[in-house]
């Protein structure tokens, strides 16, 4: 079979991609991988057939403070480039299966009869019950309901891309879509690439649904002095030691509150290992023998077991590996999905709640403390990691995609 994989995004938007192509390649299929230049190295590196996406800013937009606005207008100005660039390229492969590009990929994949599998990291089809995820109201609301919100929702994503849509589609004689939030997902097989321990479903979704699991990349390269150097300062002392990093987020507040964090490690003999990202978080803290600054990639699985809390800004593979390894978490929600994983962890028990990144003080103070000694947090999370080690979520989405062919 020959499989275009798509997919936009940060990290734990694109590493799942490059393991799913590898393990796909294995099984015999033919595999291109279509992600951000970014991401270019590592997909040459494992040595998948790659292809860059043009009008890619992620890396950038990432670097920068972002809102919901600036984030609709980049998906609005890539929608073009995504009709230029996937049309032809689809037409001589099997399948489509896309993450974070279900504008345009509905379209394209109809346009040319091929099969296409929506991939999503979040529950991302329009609920009575789930508000959307990507609102920083992920808690039902007693008089405002879901359905409003995706009604608002919807809306704002039809203003933004339903005219530069429909203008693609008449040029390639297609009639025009009426409605943004249901084109999408009633036009492709959904896979929900979460866990079903750590997300939520709606079993009355009238669309065609499976969740498999969230997909572990421990795989990736990584510098191995580095990693050497966070274990000595692991086991160097008995020290119990909280990891914190933003990912690919950056936030104004972050470097005040990276100290204001360290202040209360050190007080209370903790140590603090901070994954400095893109934003090279904690560049500006002076040295200190209970402060590590991981400033290069070293997978979660090899630095979580290490931790006895995570602090993060709830991207989903963050989320998830801190989940996978038994870990209490606490989130700092900046965008999009991190507010929902927030409250996924906060209503399975597997963390205080998110914290605001503008306050600190006592209330930090006590959610740290919380976080890192409460043992009905550690008891959820062992929980909760028991589950998720269990899943399969690598064979899950190749046997999903071979069935959908």
Known sequence: MKILLVTRGS???IYPYLRLAKELMARGHTVALNLPEAFAEQAEGANIPYMTQGNDDINGMMANELDIKDLLSWTRRVI?????????????YDILVASNTEFA???I???LKKPYLRTAYGPLMPSRTIPPPVFPWPVPHPVIKPAVLWSLLNGGLNLMVKKTLNKR????????ILDQADHAPANAFNYLMYSASLGSVDHNWSYKWAIGGYIFNDDMPYNKSIYQNFLEFIQKDGKKAVFFTLGSCKNNEHERFAEKLFAIIKTHGYKLIIGSGWCRLGSTLPLHDDLFLLDSVVPHNLVFPHCSAIIHHGGVGTTHNA???GKPQMIQPLLLDQWYWAEQTRKLGAGPGKVDMKRGGSDLEKKVLDLVNAEKYAQKAAGLGEKIRAERGLENACAQIENCA
Do not use: H, K
């Open 105 to 107: 990929a509905p379209s």
């Open 109 to 111: 994949a109809e346009y």
């Open 80 to 92: 073009d480039n995504q009709f230029e660039e996937l049309v032809p390229v689809l037409s001589e």
């Open 11 to 13: 990290q734990g938007d």
């Open 323 to 325: 989940a996978r390894f």
């Open 169 to 176: 589609r008449a040029a390639l004689n297609m009639p025009p």
